[in-house]
């Protein structure tokens, strides 16, 4: 392992350079990294690292009108507001710049063309103008979703929304962005759904309330099926935003819903909750569900997701044992915390995103985890290291290397939690967060692959071995394409969004591959916890610390193949654009910051 302070560097003679290249209409590549490209006259632009490019620039005239390079369908012109950007030879090509329109604010960038786009990301509203800008499309800093920037069109995940684009116009060398006051302040867009058809035969069923049925069902409808589509859940709620539940527990289901309830309506996707698929027939087409109803269909995806993994204790039968799956679970753990002693049994991403959420109201908050510190295995050493300070000064306790052998209780009530080296902690409230199972026992008899974890098998078109028969979401291992195709399984929020919307595609015959970099986050006190990549069984590690943040590259066999960062925004989303384009780093090129785009 390498630790260096982020100004220094491991001074080499030799090493490659690994940027990120754009392919650039009226341009074409010339060595790693440069292109020529037609500019206007008099345009300059210096040699160097420009979003992980170097320019050779043509001088070539262009005179006249250059014509809009992304448009939006007309508005009322009373709807619009014009703005004076500047001089063309002032914009730096590949670089984000930020522009106030009025009140609001849009961004803009020079490359093939000049486009203008909204400034917020789709998914929790956050700025997009830190963000990593590849290949003509925008990366959040934040969580990864990605959009075209010339169409607007969502391109990774997470998030259901695109965004506005906005009208540019270039005369005598002044640009000029005309934009629709209402996309400024509305900022997502809803692309446009075919409407269903009464007389069509299809019928597309979706198994799970969750993103990924939420995704393939949007996904549906924007590529002009206009047959039925049906979203079971067993659940009792419209699909929501699972990732809230550990973060702001006290979050009612209709808060956090991804789509209100007519949204459903008026796109014709039918929902149906509080069903449960018992079995599954792949030779008849159909489903049968608890309540002795059966659905056909000409194409089912299945999307159950995960069970919690359950305590096997004595005891464990006792009240105030809590598993963290619904808005219900999340609001009775919310509530029950106040002043009282909280056990958290499981150092997983739920139970500690817990302990964060409960120690401000609760008496006391005591994690039981099995190893000497948790997150080392996702996080590294260091970043691990320095959240357990931030759950430390919080007065979060911990015990490590141990676990619970014992629950005790009062009239049904639990009390104490006992632990294997003889300790008892005080218990009013225990959350348990040891893992997930994946949610496909209905599925024992269907004839579909699964591995001996109960995982579907899929390929790269999210299919598996039945004909018709699509998995999406937590409960698939699949081909990761930065993994050389390897078969993994990823439980992320922003795959399952990504896995959905490939499903739908070649539910509808498109023959797409699925392209998605595994990208995850957390917040924990105030600090941003982000990763991108595909870590496992990692040797190596390079990081860049300071007291205010750290980035730690996960190196296996020489080659950088996963980045985590803590308070290091955008270095992940950047690290991701590099993934998504095929490039890699090995361990010098990042020792030595030689991709100057991503340290930037």
């Not at 941003?528 to 190596?540: F, H, L, M, N, V």
Request: some cysteine.
């Amino acid at each position: 392992m390498l630790v260096l302070a982020p100004s220094q560097t491991l001074q080499i003679d030799k090493y490659p350079s690994y940027l990120c290249f754009l392919y650039l209409s009226g341009g074409h590549r010339q060595s790693a990294g440069q292109v020529n490209l037609q500019a206007p006259q008099n345009s300059e632009l210096d040699d160097g690292p420009v979003t992980g490019l170097t320019y050779k620039v043509k001088d070539q005239s262009v005179s006249g009108r250059m014509p809009s390079t992304n448009t939006i369908p007309s508005a009322d012109e009373s709807d619009e507001v014009e703005i004076v950007v500047g001089n063309v030879n002032d914009l730096e090509r590949g670089k984000i710049k930020e522009i106030e329109i009025g009140n609001e604010k849009a961004l803009i960038v020079k490359d093939d063309g000049i486009f203008a786009f909204g400034s917020k990301c789709t998914h929790y509203g956050l700025p997009l103008s830190k963000g990593a800008y590849c290949n003509g499309r925008i990366r959040c800093p934040f969580h990864g979703a990605c959009f075209n920037v010339k169409t607007g069109d969502i391109e990774d995940f997470p998030g259901l929304d695109s965004i506005h684009t906005f009208k540019v116009e270039v005369e005598n060398d002044i640009v000029k962005v005309i934009a629709s006051k209402k996309k400024l302040t509305q900022f997502r867009r809803v692309k446009e759904m075919a409407n269903c058809n009464s007389e069509a035969q299809q019928t597309f069923l979706l198994i799970g309330g969750g993103p990924a049925s939420l995704s393939c069902a949007e996904t549906l409808r924007q590529e002009d099926f206009d047959g039925k589509i049906i979203i079971v859940t067993k659940e009792d709620y419209l699909p929501y935003d699972r990732p809230k539940l550990s973060k702001a527990m006290s979050s009612n289901a209709d808060s956090i819903a991804l789509r209100k309830k007519e949204f459903f309506t008026e796109h014709c996707i039918e929902l149906q909750t509080g069903k449960e698929l018992i079995s599954l027939d792949t030779d008849k087409n159909s489903a049968e569900f608890k309540d002795g109803s059966i659905i056909e269909y000409n194409a089912l995806m299945i999307a159950t997701g995960g069970n919690p993994r359950e305590l096997e204790l004595p005891g464990s039968d006792l009240k105030n044992i809590c598993y963290l799956r619904t808005p219900d679970d999340a609001n009775f753990i919310d509530k029950a915390s106040d002043d009282k002693n909280v056990v958290i049994i499981g150092s997983s991403f739920i139970g500690m995103e817990v302990a964060a959420a409960v120690i401000g109201k609760a008496s006391s908050v005591n994690v039981v985890c099995r190893s000497d510190l948790p997150f080392k295995n996702v996080f590294g050493t260091q970043i691990a290291e320095r959240i357990m300070e931030l759950y430390k000064e919080k007065g979060v306790n911990f015990y490590y290397n141990c676990h619970a052998t014992e629950l005790l209780g009062s009239d049904g009530n639990l009390t104490t939690v006992v632990l294997n080296n003889g300790t008892s902690l005080p218990a009013d409230i225990c959350v348990v967060g040891i893992g997930v199972t994946p949610a496909t026992t209905f599925l024992k008899d269907a004839g579909v692959q699964m591995n001996s974890q109960g995982f579907i098998t899929v390929d790269k078109h999210m299919r598996t071995n039945k004909e018709r028969v699509y998995a999406a979401g937590d409960i698939t291992e699949f081909p990761l394409f930065i993994k050389n195709d390897s078969v993994v399984n990823v439980q992320h929020y922003q795959m399952a969004h990504a896995q959905g919307h490939n499903a739908a595609l070649n539910m509808l015959g498109k023959e797409q591959e699925l392209k998605s970099v595994p990208f995850f986050w957390s917040m924990m006190f105030g600090k941003s916890i982000r990763y991108a990549g595909y870590g496992a069984g990692y040797d190596d590690t390079v990081v860049f610390e300071d007291d205010q943040k750290i980035a730690t590259f996960f190196i296996k066999e020489n080659k950088a193949v996963a980045v985590a960062s803590l308070n290091h925004d955008p270095i992940v989303a950047k690290f991701a654009e590099l993934l998504f384009n095929g490039k890699s780093l090995s361990k010098l090129d990042v020792t030595n910051k030689s991709n100057e785009w991503l340290f930037s």
